[in-house]
């Protein structure tokens, strides 16, 4: 089975959080975000040149970086 990433869900598209990858601040600003293991996470839009991604967390509407989003693993 290959690891999937946040950035790799398309659009429209619900994920769980699997994993979170990173160290230090990184994974601290995405924890704080509310973004956890087990977490649903819904992708509502993608900037055309794929910076930022717009998702729906816990209610709440967030902007994450491609580059965070390559640290999340979903399912």
Known sequence: MTMKTLKEIPCGETARVKKL??????????MDM?????IEV????????????????????LSLR???AELIEVE
């Open 21 to 30: 990858n990173g160290e230090g601040a990184i994974k601290r600003r995405i």
């Open 34 to 38: 509310g973004i956890t293991k087990g």
């Open 42 to 61: 819904f992708v509502r839009k993608v900037a055309p040149l794929g910076d930022p991604i717009e998702l729906t967390v816990r209610g709440y509407e």
């Open 66 to 68: 491609r580059a965070d």
